[in-house]
């Protein structure tokens, strides 16, 4: 007789159960750097539970009845509910400078330096970040859902969608980061032990080489102190 073992219950905190009905556009509109941070901000109470413009009025009532409070207007400090947009790069004047392509949350563009770029309008959130980065002003926001806004205009598969996008740049961009990161150190210590190899010097010489490997052997102690801060950030002051 096969044993099935017991399903464990998940407990959501405040901010996961708040996070989950965001439109994970991660436009920043809210004022923090993405959704999370948002949904974080409104758990603890620094940060009101209306300041979100592509969720709209309707994401304001979803929040509020979380939190069991009332619904309020909109704060269109931060923005107006809108038509749902997606950006569009006029490829004649796109000059391949790949700003656009950083500046993007979701990786919603493609190209190559010095190339044409293009979005993918099934990835794109219209979350405007990519509009002001663009030296030669050849991106612009279409509307695509007439008369439809915030929720009306954005479904939860879409939410969903865009948060894994999402999460996949960021561990994206921190693989990358550790990979240059690597490669650097590798190539100071490489760097390091020709040095050492080298045949007899001056005692002038000597010295400028000490010099030299001392600023090397320094530089490569905080890459290793910088990566065990961001491995094990409860490690921050462990410098054996």
């Not at 010095?114 to 979350?127: E, S």
């Not at 000490?210 to 102190?225: H, N, P």
């Amino acid at each position: 007789m096969s044993f099935t073992p017991p399903t464990i219950p998940i407990t959501l905190t405040l901010a996961d159960q708040l996070e989950n009905l965001l439109p994970q556009t991660q436009c920043t509109k809210c004022g923090y750097p993405a959704c999370r941070p948002y949904a974080e901000a409104i758990a603890d109470g620094s940060a009101g539970y209306n300041q979100c413009p592509p969720g709209g009025q309707e994401g304001v009532a979803r929040l509020a009845g979380l939190l069991g409070k009332p619904v309020i207007p909109l704060d269109i400090s931060h923005g107006h509910e809108r038509v749902r947009p997606v950006a569009l790069i006029d490829e004649a004047y796109c000059i391949g400078c790949t700003l656009c392509i950083q500046a993007c949350p979701v990786d919603a563009i493609m190209g190559a330096p010095k190339q044409m770029h293009t979005v993918l309008p099934d990835l794109c959130t219209g979350c405007d970040l990519c509009v002001a980065p663009c030296p030669v002003d050849c991106i612009s926001m279409v509307d695509i859902t007439p008369g439809k806004t915030g929720w009306d205009a954005w479904s939860q598969q879409q939410a969903d969608q865009a948060r894994v996008q999402f999460h996949a740049r960021q561990a994206r961009l921190k693989r990358d980061k550790q990979e240059n990161d690597d490669r650097l150190a590798a190539k100071a210590a490489a760097k390091l032990q020709s040095i050492s190899a080298e045949p007899a010097l001056t005692p002038e010489e000597v010295e400028a080489q000490q010099r030299k490997k001392a600023i090397i052997a320094a530089a490569i102690e905080r890459a290793r102190l910088k990566k065990l801060e961001n491995d094990h950030p409860e490690n921050k002051n462990d410098t054996s």
